[in-house]
């Protein structure tokens, strides 16, 4: 399989190059227009998105901005996306081709003003059955102008685990409801056996609903304002306006690459395991070669599908290949179909990049997607010197928790007491944040209160994990623990995937960041109930459920250790008030630790990301005082700190 880019090459001269008369004849309006048209259509995607977020109940939306909203053209322009929004660029990247799919399989021509259609199978429209793609198809005198499109995750769509997310679902019939395109609304009305046949399948329909609604509410808003666009500036130039803000997308890719020396390069990455066991490995091989302006990703060599849900396909691996070539390459600038025209990607059928129904089951997608991201980090951090990235934490770590209220109905907590919020890498620019995700997500953390209020749990600690960063010149992202107590008995999902290999890998001389894991506490014999310890002893009373992890310690192993498989049997189960502790993995640094601003060591002692031990290990730097006790009192020894780097200058 080749994924290529739809629309044909642009002509050979430039944008920039073209004179107003040229601009005019190429794109159906001048360069203003274009310019204040192309910006709407970015105000139009985040004003819908606005909306679902105002008015969400669902804790994946509402707190994660786990959705996307995106504008396409219309058939004749091959559905070319000018514009997406910035929540989940994963959920915005799958509109490049879900939409076609999508409307192409409907009929364009069953298409009228005031519907919207919807579909959720991953082989059709990418990620995974939760995510729905909602399409709108927007009318100009009786013909379609094009499209406004919502991409939002629901609470749960069936299937054989509350909220869907597990790894141990086997094929598509245990995954949850497969919506084949079909209409949602018809005239601005509800079709009724189409909304009858979701809620006769999920859990949550108190949720479900009222953010269906809001969802249709946004496209009524996004169909508005394109209307409007076109009533002032004209379809001609809103038509030449997808095509500027393509080719402007494609000019910028192909400038960018053409800067680059060319060359070959290959990387290689993997998950721990599947959902049914950790006998059979997975990895991912890629090989790049890049011409003038031109690159190709060639997946050949990639594992067989995974025996489990672990799966992507072949739009969402296109979509990660996306984000990797705009991070390092183009980090400005919109995400949009021109990004793909000087990419060639091969991918063979039948991978765990591009899985086949029914036995190549696809829920955990996005965790295939950040393989592919790391990979070609990786592949490409030596000739990108400077400009490398080192990696993040690797994984969403996503961790669902559910169980059942003594009325009876069932209770879900999704996407919020996990490894969810975590590092980033670092790079040229400076320390990597912590509070983050990953690089293909923009998840925020949600609110104690709200957790505590939906859900039987109490939030005990949320905190980075001393020493945990990859040490650099700039510091790679901590690792975060979360601690939660829950006081009902409950079972959990895991997600986890990566262990076995350090994620966040350093970059340009920097060091990996360390691994983490997944452990439970039970409830103290003494029945007192708090957080446990952070020390290294603390993790001897727990047991582990996840990570690579030193038996005698339980701590995360820093050499050899057992892999915990995460996907036990059993099923992950805890008694009322049991503690589970998520610690994230950590992002890498940048550069030589030993060329370290010693004044940024001293800051991060008194902050709390590195120990007094850690900054002589890990920097070089010999910082005076206690950090505990008089933080603002830590002080530099600096002839120290220069005698024991010139000492070490071979640890480099």
Known sequence: MTVTDRPAPIADEQIRDLDQAGFVAR??????????????????????????????????????????????????????VAAASNGIVLMAGTALDGVANTVEEFGVDNLRRGDIVVCNDPYRTGNHNNDLNFIRPVFSDGVIAGFVNLNAHQLDMGGVAPGGFSATKHNVYENGLVIS??????????????????????????????????????????????????????????????????????????????????GDWSGSEQIDCDG???????????????RGPRIEIDFSGTSRQARSSVNATAWDTKTSVGVALKYLFLPRGRFNSGLYRNVDIVLPEGTMLSALPPDGCVFMYWEQGQIVLTAMLRALSAALGDAAIAGDSGSADLHTAFGVNPDGTPWVSALQCGGEVGPYGANQFGD?????????ANGVAPAVEAIEKSTPAVVLRHEVKIDSGGPGRFRGGAGMIRDTLWTVDAGYSLTSLRYKQAAGFGANGGDDGARGGIWLYPPAENGVVGA???????????????????????????????????????????????????????????????????????TDVRDGFVSINGAARDYGVIVLGDPDLDPEGLSLDLVATQSLRESRSDRR
């Open 27 to 80: 794109y159906g309006c001048d360069r203003h227009t274009a310019t204040v048209l192309s910006n709407r259509f970015d105000y139009l995607v985040e004003h819908m998105s606005v909306r679902l977020l105002n008015g969400a109940f669902s804790p994946v939306l509402r707190d994660f901005y786990d959705l996307a909203c995106t504008i396409s053209g219309p058939p004749e322009l091959d559905y070319q």
């Open 181 to 262: 395109p079909r209409l949602f609304v018809r005239d601005g009305e509800m079709v009724a056996e189409t909304w009858n046949l979701i809620f006769d399948n999920v859990r949550m329909a108190d949720i479900l609903y009222p953010d269906l609604l809001t969802i249709c509410s946004s496209l009524d808003l996004g169909e508005q304002l394109l209307v409007e666009s076109i009533e002032r500036y004209g379809l001609a130039a809103v038509h030449g306006t997808i095509r500027y803000a393509c080719d402007l997308g494609a000019e910028a890719m192909a400038a960018a690459l053409d800067r680059v020396p060319d």
């Open 276 to 290: 049914v066991d950790d006998t059979e490995q997975y990895s991912l091989n890629v090989a790049i070669r890049k």
């Open 432 to 440: 990597a944040d912590s509070q983050c995700m990953t690089y293909q």
């Open 532 to 602: 446990p310890g952070v020390g290294d002893d603390d993790f001897r009373a727990a047991t582990p459920w996840a990570g690579v992890i030193d038996p005698a310690t339980h701590l995360p192993a820093t050499e050899g250790g057992e892999f915990i498989y995460p996907f036990s049997a059993g099923g992950n189960n805890s008694v009322a008030n049991s503690v589970i502790r998520y610690l994230t993995n950590a992002g890498g640094g940048w550069g030589d630790p030993f060329t370290r601003d010693p004044h940024k060591v001293l």
